[in-house]
């Protein structure tokens, strides 16, 4: 596993870390996730950071299917605003910014000193993207998907599902090399993004294939329908579903959980942990 530097810290995945999700949005899917560039951002980021989050993740455009579109000029506004109080009371904490817009991604960076890009296309909703993370040069987050949130649900045909996911992975990641990018890749299979139940559910037994690139692996499978949509619960009731899942995506070889409910998160961490300790000897 490739070790990445974060805050002049080193962090080996020896543990597997967690990521507070902190949308700055009004139409997020999961709704006790939304937040104004106000007191209660502050106050959920001090509570996350409390329970034990390693990394905070600000997103201004929800990438639920079917998402309402949000400008370029909003998205910006939104993680601005976000932003500029975050770094204001939490000088030292580690911000990602999930976007997959360049000029959000470069703003971040560059004004507000964040630390990761977190985008769910791959770089593929926006042509400059690719260039200006190989130009920020800050570990990224490489998603799979298909289409836009509009429309990715009904792009779920493949040739060769786990497969064509890897093909994905080694293209994107060969040209970022190819455009100079020397920092870290996060690998983020995409659940729920372009995949149906069954297929979240084989990615889900097959995160092990990843480790080829020689990356951090990052599963998002927080309150998600392919939890509801086994169990019958809404996002709102999906917390235990999601706990189980984030278990059994440790054992199979995440080394980031991207969550709404840290408490719960850290606590999987730390009894997977366990139970490999006692497992091992």
């Known amino acids: 596993m490739k070790n990445i530097v974060l805050r002049e810290r080193f962090f080996d995945f020896s543990s597997p870390m967690v990521m507070a999700i902190v949308n700055i949005t009004p139409d997020s899917f999961f709704s006790d996730s939304r937040y104004g ?22 997103g ?54 964040v630390d990761i890009i977190n985008d769910i296309s791959g770089g593929m909703l926006d042509e400059k993207m690719a260039k200006t993370v190989a130009k920020l040069n800050r570990p990224y987050i490489l998603t799979h998907t298909k289409g836009t949130p509009q429309e990715m649900q009904s792009l779920t045909d493949y040739e060769d599902f786990i497969a064509d996911i ?14 100079g990018f020397s920092s870290d890749t996060i690998i983020d299979p995409g659940f729920g993004f372009a995949k149906t139940t069954e297929q979240n559910y084989e990615l ?68 997977v942990e366990k139970y490999k300790s006692v497992e091992n000897g």
């Open 60 to 113: 201004a455009y929800s990438t639920r299917p079917k998402a309402d579109f949000v400008s370029e000029e909003l998205e910006n506004s939104r993680i601005c605003s976000a932003l500029e109080i975050i770094r204001k009371n939490f000088p030292d904490i580690i911000l990602s910014v999930d976007t997959f817009r360049y000029s959000v991604a470069e703003n971040a960076v560059n004004h507000y000193d």
């Open 204 to 271: 889900l037994t097959k995160l092990s294939v990843f480790e080829c690139f020689n990356s951090p692996l990052l599963v998002g499978v927080s309150r998600k329908s392919m939890i509801n949509n086994v169990l019958g619960t809404t996002p709102e009731t999906a917390l235990n579903g999601t706990t189980v899942i984030n278990t059994i995506a440790l054992f199979n070889g995440a080394n980031i959980l991207r969550v709404h409910d840290v408490k719960e998160a850290v606590e999987v961490v730390k009894l």
């Open 37 to 58: 560039a106000d007191e209660k951002l502050i106050e959920r980021i001090k509570t996350a950071l409390c329970q034990g989050a390693d990394i905070v993740d600000i």
């Open 166 to 179: 890897l093909k994905y992975f080694a293209e994107r990641i060969e040209n970022l090399r190819n455009l």
